[in-house]
C-alpha cells in the first residue's frame, strides 16, 4: 500500500520502481521505519536511557569473552542463540543485529544527531 500511494502521489505508473521515488521524497519504507525505532532504541538502551527492566536485554561481546576480540572492540553486542523465527525477530535478535551494522561514529553522536544521520544514512540506500 505504501509503494502504491507512493506512485499515485508522484503521479508515475503502476510499475514503476519505488525506490528513486522513495529517495526522491525523502521517505522512509515502512520496513526501514521499524528499523530505525529499533536502532534508535539500542540507542536508548546504549547511553542508558532506557527503564531498568532493560538492562538485562542485551549483552556486549566484551562481556561475553574475557580477552580481546575484533568484535569486542567495537560497541556491539552478542547476537543471541535462535533456533526459530519467533527467536529471529525477537527485539534482543534484531536489536543487536542492527546496532552491531551501524557505523561507530553514527553511534558517538548525539541522539538527535543520530537519529538524524541514521535515517539520511537509509535514504541514501535506496
Known amino acids: 500500500l505504501q509503494k502504491k500511494a507512493i506512485r499515485i502521489i508522484t503521479f ?13 521524497l525523502n521517505v522512509i519504507k515502512l520496513f526501514d521505519e521499524v528499523t530505525f525505532h529499533i536502532a534508535v532504541f539500542m540507542y536508548k538502551f ?7 527492566n532493560f538492562d538485562v536485554f542485551f549483552t ?14 567495537r560497541m556491539t553486542y552478542a547476537l543471541p542463540k535462535t533456533r526459530t523465527n519467533y527467536g529471529i525477530f525477537n527485539i534482543r535478535y534484531q536489536g543487536a543485529k542492527i546496532w552491531n551494522a551501524i557505523s561507530d561514529d553514527i553511534k558517538l553522536l548525539s541522539l538527535k544527531q543520530f537519529k538524524k544521520k541514521y535515517k539520511l544514512s537509509i535514504i541514501t540506500s535506496y
Open 12 to 24: 508515475s505508473s503502476f510499475s514503476e520502481h519505488t525506490s528513486p521515488l522513495f529517495k526522491d
Open 60 to 73: 556486549s561481546v566484551k562481556e561475553t569473552h574475557s580477552y580481546n576480540t575484533r568484535f569486542s572492540s
Open 46 to 52: 546504549k547511553n542508558q536511557l532506557l527503564p531498568s
